[in-house]
């Protein structure tokens, strides 16, 4: 985690964790989660509070590069998780992502709230609607934009996602 002063309160402190913690550390402890879900707690410097959150990392199967980063942890002050999507740098920022389950129609939209060195993040607060669609779904597929307007997108699986929030719960 790097040494910002974080001067917002916890739930920033759990976001920013979110977003800052080391994804390669993460996704070494893979196998400690649930089928495509990765469980983890850390206690981020400067903080007395254990945080815990599971994760998942989409690659690009022909070329192993990664895509994007999922995580989702609960606020230590909040009862609804917040999901923070990590993407590549150069995505088309204004346009943000959409979100969907499966072949519905779209379920959410998120813009994105910084770029750092490993991408720029969109952050999703999961509502009991969309946390419904997620533990009932098999794929949560995520739209985004290039700077040359082109949409892209990929999907991430939700094999394991509902019995990893049952051990993420409070």
């Known amino acids: 985690m790097s040494k910002r002063k ?20 993460a996704a070494a402890e893979k196998q400690k989660g649930f089928k495509d879900w990765g ?3 850390e206690t981020p410097k400067g903080f007395d509070q254990k945080i815990c959150f599971i994760f998942q990392r989409v690659t690009n ?11 989702v942890a609960y606020p230590p002050k909040g009862n609804k998780p917040i999901m923070v999507i990590t993407m ?3 995505v088309f920022l204004p346009s943000g992502i959409q979100i969907r389950v ?4 779209e379920a959410a939209r998120a813009p994105f709230v910084q770029c750092i060195v490993d991408g720029c993040q ?3 607060p999961l509502d009991e609607k969309l946390l419904g669609m997620m533990k009932g779904g098999n794929k949560l597929r995520i739209a985004f ?3 040359q307007q082109k949409q892209l997108g990929f999907p991430i699986s939700l094999s394991g996602f509902t019995a990893a929030m049952n051990a993420l719960k409070k």
Do not use: H, W
């Open 6 to 25: 974080i001067t917002t309160g916890l739930i920033s402190a759990i976001v920013f964790f979110m977003m800052a913690m080391p994804f390669q550390l």
């Open 39 to 41: 469980y983890k707690c």
């Open 61 to 71: 199967k022909e070329n192993n590069k990664k895509i994007a980063d999922t995580t």
């Open 88 to 90: 590549p740098l150069g």
């Open 102 to 105: 499966d072949e519905n129609k």
């Open 122 to 124: 969109a952050r999703v």
């Open 145 to 147: 934009f290039t700077p």
